[in-house]
């Protein structure tokens, strides 16, 4: 009963090369202007096309 269970849950939308790649970035002084320039860098550099709301919950709750 004291047991922790984890469902598994849904896997992540970015691999996690890219993931460190991103929070390094974002560590540097320039970063990333807004979310916009998130979706693009991902766009140019690893072909990834992901939603607002998902690109949020990433740099919010991931990094």
């Known amino acids: 009963m004291l ?5 598994g849950g849904k896997s992540l939308s970015l691999p996690n090369p890219v ?7 974002l560590r540097t002084p320039q970063g ?3 979310y916009q320039a998130i979706q693009t860098g991902l766009m140019t550099t690893y072909g990834i096309d992901i939603p607002y709301k998902t690109r949020w919950g990433i740099v919010h709750n991931r990094l």
């Open 32 to 34: 990333f202007s807004d």
């Open 3 to 7: 047991k922790l269970q984890h469902s």
């Open 19 to 25: 993931l460190a790649a991103l929070q390094e970035r």
